[in-house]
């Protein structure tokens, strides 16, 4: 009976998250006519190259060549692991995460253990995790964010495990051993898992751990190096793609670069997320007020929260805080974890405290402290419209091309649910797709002119486009002719509202026109559809 109570808060956890994982479900097949979409386009990228992985044996967006399109080797072998032993679906993502999130709420419950919390105070921990994560909203993601987040979490406790143990504590010499399994995996999940690993080593050269410190980031590169020797091997850079558009890759060549380097990277990250200014205060306070109590500078407890706030400061350094606050949820677990055995001190001794007055001040600053984080966790209130947006624009768009350009050349600036759904050749005018987009947009040379020398290049038929996404670049190609419109209501996920499509091959207009016009009755009602191809604009 005991060994269930100890489970009991892990148990009403899980039972939480699948009802409002659940809720959200129902809500959203509802609005996509019976359909599980995921709430990005971002996951149908791993499933394309996972699907032509498995039947075609190419590693890319399209079973017509190479494409580095994904930052996150792991997940991607995942779900070739899955396609090739269940088959091609649509169903891996959401029940890898679903798995993973369970995974996660069982690793938090059982670091939290160790370091002796109380049911009561693990309970909260686990919904915080639920909630500020949040949890049901990256699970419709489709992506590998919350398996990273399970690796960063163990590894986090490992690490400050190894840090604060004696030379010679067997205890600790076997956290450091599975800490050394773990960090291949770190970066191989998503390559922000080597700025953790980094973290970890600094702290391991700091205790003069050396051959550990030095073990360390060998690891993490390990997974780097082999993808991007891979990558080099197919006429593509060493980094994906993802990684050179997105991330905040050095360009030390000059002064300006440099303080461009560190302007656009933890100054203005830090400025422009309030909550992981938040975050910052809450790891700094914890730290000091875990020293004032007594605890050692190298004690399991402030390691952790050291780790945490290296990696946060790396994080907003050297990566993004992207849709639904995706890339730094892990950060997000680490840090709940780091301060909880703090956290559960404060709400004891507000507890024992008499005076009113200082319960209800250490109540309203504990509330404080959770604002910044409590717009994520609702999220989960708007996952079901952001589904119907993919739904109702890319997966459309999809279903649209494999039905009547199956082989064709596309260009297109969201690249997931069209190449999952079809089989096209692509051009990627934003460049996770395609090499020579994001090697001009490097070199800043990537101009209007240079997609439509690209486009002839490579025969493309049609292109399927945001108008707004192609004005930055200096307009519209004078020779492309505009067919069609569709628009989608209460957008907020999608990159813009209306995606147009274009004949870029004149011949291909009347084509164009009629398959739009057949295509027309398909579409879910709440898209406005304008352009030449509706009845009477001839």
């Known amino acids: 009976m005991d060994r269930i109570k100890e489970y009991r808060s892990l148990a009403a956890s899980i039972l939480l998250l699948l009802l409002l994982v659940g809720g959200a479900m129902a809500v959203s097949i509802n609005h996509n006519d ?18 032509n992985f498995v ?40 029940i890898l995460n679903v798995l993973a999130a369970i995974a996660l709420l069982g690793i938090v419950h059982a670091v939290l253990r160790r370091l002796g919390l109380e049911e009561w105070s693990i309970a909260a921990v686990l919904i915080s995790v639920i909630v500020f994560f949040p949890l049901p909203t990256i699970i419709f993601l489709g992506l590998e964010h919350i398996v990273h987040a399970c690796l960063s979490v163990a590894a986090l406790y490992l690490a400050a495990r190894a840090l604060s143990a004696d030379a010679g504590d067997t205890k600790g010499s076997r956290a450091l051993t599975w800490l050394l399994v773990l960090t291949p995996l770190l970066a191989a999940i998503r390559y922000e898992g080597a700025l953790l690993a980094g973290m970890i080593a600094l702290l391991l050269l700091l205790r003069r751990r050396y051959l550990p410190a030095f073990l360390v980031p060998i690891l993490a590169a390990l997974p780097i190096v082999i993808y991007g020797l891979i ?50 205060l809450l790891l700094a306070c914890g730290a000091v007020a875990t020293l004032r109590r007594g605890a050692g500078v190298w004690s399991r407890e402030v390691m952790m929260i050291a780790i945490a706030t290296g990696t946060v400061m790396l994080h907003l350094q ?24 703090l956290v559960r001190e404060l709400l004891a001794g ?37 589904t119907a947006n993919i739904y109702q624009q890319q997966y459309q768009m999809g279903l649209f091309l494999a039905r009547y350009y199956p082989g064709a050349s596309v ?72 067919v069609g419109m569709w628009t989608i209501p209460q957008n907020v996920v999608c990159g813009d509202s209306t995606v147009s499509f274009y004949a870029v091959d004149p011949s291909e207009r009347d084509s164009l026109v009629q398959r739009l016009r057949a295509f027309a009755p398909s579409l879910p009602g709440e898209v406005r559809q304008e352009g030449e191809y509706r009845p009477g604009r001839e």
């Open 231 to 280: 990558s080099r091997s197919h006429g593509w850079l060493f980094f994906p793609n993802p990684i050179l558009l997105k991330g905040n890759l050095p360009s030390l060549g000059s002064f300006g670069g440099i303080v461009r380097f560190f302007r656009d990277g933890f100054y203005l990250q830090l400025i422009h997320n309030s909550h992981m200014q938040v975050l910052l």
């Open 318 to 341: 050297f990566a993004g805080i992207g849709w639904f606050h995706r890339y730094e949820a892990y950060l997000i677990a680490m840090a709940l974890v780091a301060l909880a055995p």
């Open 350 to 386: 507000i507890s024992a405290r008499s005076g009113v007055a200082v319960r209800l001040a250490g109540v309203f600053m504990l509330i404080i402290g959770a604002l910044p984080f409590l717009h994520r966790g609702l999220k989960v209130m708007v996952t079901p419209r952001a």
């Open 411 to 482: 260009a297109a600036n969201d690249i997931g649910a069209i190449t999952f759904l079809g089989d096209i050749h692509l051009l990627d005018t934003w460049g996770l797709g395609s090499l020579e987009p994001a090697l001009m947009k490097r070199a800043g040379t990537y101009t209007i002119d240079t997609v439509a020398r690209l486009c002839a290049s490579r025969g493309v038929k049609l292109a399927i486009v945001y108008d707004s996404w192609l004005r930055e670049l200096g307009g519209m190609p004078p020779s492309w002719t505009r």
């Open 55 to 94: 039947r075609h044996g190419v590693l890319g967006v399209t079973p017509y060549g190479f494409s580095s399109s994904s930052s996150s080797p792991l997940w991607l072998s995942i779900l070739i692991g899955v396609y090739t032993v269940f088959g091609v679906g649509e169903l891996a993502p959401m």
């Open 34 to 51: 019976g359909h599980l979409i995921y709430a990005l386009d971002d996951p149908y990228i791993h499933m394309s190259m996972a699907k």
